[in-house]
């Protein structure tokens, strides 16, 4: 069970608006979906570790040398507002 | 001409080879039957100029008497995956415009190859669903009834290949995206133990889990493809220096004395009695063929469907949240404040199963949630691995088990259902969970002739033993000969 309150304070934490109008389905399929989850509560998980990668690589690094990197130009080419290489966004600072 | 496209990949490269059709004439004739199968939606882009393009350098080289492993082949990727100067949509209104600025590990060795790329197929947005239903540009049809779903999240690449749209595909698969549709479309598909292929260039759902998986219509053709595609990557981060065998080595040899792992928690109550059985006589076939079955237990299969939908929407979440439209992807108009530029940004572009996604994943991670849910989930998914490295070290080779439930149901029969669509997943999550290699090969036809996959999960590292086996399943038997019928002549109940 999750109230319609709990699910638009978390869909605003990941920045996603919730319709009034799907506020109850909504509501309603996270409720099922989280009660399903919940099982996993029962498991005895012992001492077992948790497993972020299956074969525990670790610490993968490289070379700290400088190589070619990806053409800004063309990478620019998606941004939604661009004025030469910078990207144009709101003002957010007063 | 149509012909030319139900050559398996093996044949149509043979054929290149010794000049018996150009890469020219295929491809226009693969392009042709894309056309007339426009049904299936099984495309979100059919690059046509391009394949073209690339069909005529290859007819060139060939004629220089060059050799390359896929060289005028037509291949088909799903649009998960980077081709650079041309769009990658994830299936969704988010990414719709979005030109990959260059191409994916696993696109630049197809093209080393020599292949040719036809189009991007369609799927489950962001790689999220099991019926190819929750695309922004349309669900993709089972070309064996076109009212049934192709499975998903890989179901525009398993029903291009199934329809003989191209002669092979890239699909990806976090929690049975690329075996599940393989089974609902009746073609061979393959996940590979995770960290033999490259995710660079794929764009990332579930980090831990995504995998680069391979479609093909017969065995031999999905280890050809799987060669390709394999390989340590410095590029990911995640890949593992792991020597790529030959896959095609053991193609041909006996499978006498091969155990196989039969877990009993893979035949549950709520399994259709049709793919029950069809699955027991194609592990009869098996043991025909001189395998020794035995019976094995894995423990936590019953937690590895809410283990994993805790776990990837956890990563899903993180994973999304690149998607601000700042820097790529769709940026609402008229923002007036940063707030609006994320929550309208991101409101727009994302479907409503994604949000879904995001959501759990945010609130497992929650403060509060994340040691009960995230965490714990982690321990859980150790168990389950263990579980499979206990059965490998004790008791078997591989295990064969149903890659699906179910064969493919209709389209809009579970998709209001979130849970029930989840549940789908039931027997190919556990592979994604211990990283381990998996395919789905075609075992025969319910009573609605619609197509029940077998599913064989192996050792890490182990591709060679499941295509082994799986080669040795299809010679003895003409599953994956039969074809789907052609656009419009099939059956619509």
């Not at chain 2, 291009?160 to 699909?171: D, E, I, N």
């Not at chain 2, 792991?242 to 196989?260: D, R, T, Y």
């Not at chain 2, 669509?421 to 609605?448: E, H, K, Q, R, W």
């Amino acid at each position: 069970m999750i109230s319609a309150e709990e699910v638009r304070k978390i869909a605003s934490l990941a920045r996603l608006n919730v319709d009034s109008d799907d506020l109850s389905r909504l509501s309603r399929e996270l409720g099922t979906i989280l009660d399903y989850i919940k099982q996993i509560e029962a498991v005895d998980t012992g001492e077992a570790q948790p497993m972020s990668h299956v074969h525990g690589i670790v610490n993968v690094f490289r070379e700290d040398n400088v190589t070619p990197s990806l053409d800004s130009e063309e990478l620019l080419k998606n941004a939604p507002d661009y004025c030469g290489r910078f990207i144009r966004v709101p003002l957010i600072v007063e | 001409m149509t012909e030319l496209c139900h050559l398996s990949l093996s044949e149509i490269r043979s054929g290149l080879h010794q000049g018996t059709f150009s890469a020219a004439e295929l491809t226009e004739a693969f392009l042709k039957r894309i056309d007339n199968h426009r049904v299936l939606n099984a495309f979100i882009e059919v690059l046509a100029d391009s394949a073209r393009k690339e069909a005529q350098l290859c007819d060139t080289r060939l004629k220089r008497r060059e050799r390359a492993p896929l060289l005028g082949v037509p291949l088909a990727i799903k649009d998960m995956i980077l081709t650079a100067g041309t769009r990658t949509t994830c299936a969704s209104r988010m990414l719709k415009d979005f030109v990959a600025p260059y191409d994916a590990t696993v696109t630049q060795e197809l093209k080393s190859a020599g292949a040719v790329c036809l189009g991007k197929t369609n799927m489950d947005e962001f790689a999220m669903g099991s019926s190819n239903e929750n695309s922004a540009f349309g669900a993709v049809r089972n070309p064996w009834n076109l009212e049934r779903v192709s499975g998903g999240s890989s179901g525009g690449s398993a029903a291009a290949v199934a329809q003989r749209l191209c002669a092979g595909a890239l699909g990806t698969d976090t929690g049975g995206s690329v075996r599940q549709p393989a089974a609902f479309c009746g073609v061979v598909g393959i996940k590979p133990t995770y960290g033999r292929v490259s995710r660079y260039g794929v764009v990332a759902f579930a980090s831990s889990l995504d995998q680069v998986g391979v479609l093909a219509s017969n065995v031999r053709d999905a280890a050809i493809l799987t060669g390709v595609i394999s390989g340590y990557d410095p590029l990911d981060s995640t890949s593992v220096n792991q020597v790529v065998p030959n896959f095609e080595a053991h193609l041909g040899q006996e499978i006498k004395s091969l155990k196989i792992g039969i877990p009993d928690e893979y035949f549950i109550p709520g399994m259709s009695a049709e793919v029950e059985k069809i699955i027991k006589q194609a592990l009869k076939k098996l043991e025909d063929l001189g395998a020794e079955l035995v019976r094995v237990g894995l423990p936590h299969t019953n937690v590895a469907v809410p283990t994993y939908y805790i776990l990837a929407p956890a990563e899903a979440s993180s994973n999304l949240a690149r998607y601000d439209g700042v820097r790529y992807g769709r940026r609402a108009a008229d923002i007036k404040d940063l707030d609006e530029l994320y929550f309208r940004s991101r409101s727009e572009g994302f479907g409503a199963e994604v949000k879904r996604r995001i959501i759990i994943g945010t609130y497992v991670l929650s403060r509060g949630y994340y040691d009960q849910f995230y965490l714990k989930a982690q321990k859980v998914r150790s168990l389950i691995a263990r579980d499979f490295k206990c059965a490998f070290e004790r008791h078997c080779d591989l295990i064969a088990c149903p890659t699906a439930p179910s064969s493919a149901f209709r389209l809009g029969e579970k998709i209001s259902d979130p849970l029930a669509m989840y549940l789908s997943d039931v027997f190919t999550i556990p592979a994604n969970l211990a990283g381990l290699p998996a395919l789905s090969i075609p075992c025969g036809f319910d009573s609605s002739d619609l197509p029940v996959g077998l599913q064989l999960i192996g050792k890490p590292w182990d591709e060679s033993t499941l295509f082994k086996a799986a080669y040795a399943y299809e010679s003895a038997t003409e599953w994956h000969k039969r074809l789907p019928p052609e656009a419009g002549a099939g059956p619509t109940f």
